[in-house]
């Protein structure tokens, strides 16, 4: 079901910078121009995107905080049942 959605995402986004191109274009810009900026405007969206998404792959953003606090308490309630 994702890969479905992800699979009609990609005609849909170009769709939508279709039809940004177009309503650029009504506004008087050249088509060319108008197709230039709906793709300058996709390039700096996924650019940010990208950023955003290696900023959350960084090594300490995936540890499992929760767990290592967990098993630390889990831990010291040991030593305290063992003394």
Known sequence: MLFGAMLL???????????????LTSLGLSPLT??????CVALVVSGVMAFVGLARLKPSSLA???TIREVKRDIAAAKEMAS
């Not at 939508?16 to 191109?21: M, P």
């Not at 108008?34 to 793709?39: D, K, M, N, T, V």
Request: aromatic share 12%; net charge neutral.
């Open 34 to 39: 108008a197709h230039f900026l709906s793709g």
């Open 9 to 23: 995402l990609i005609p849909a986004l170009v769709l939508f910078l279709i039809a940004l191109a177009a309503w």
């Open 64 to 66: 499992p905080r929760e």
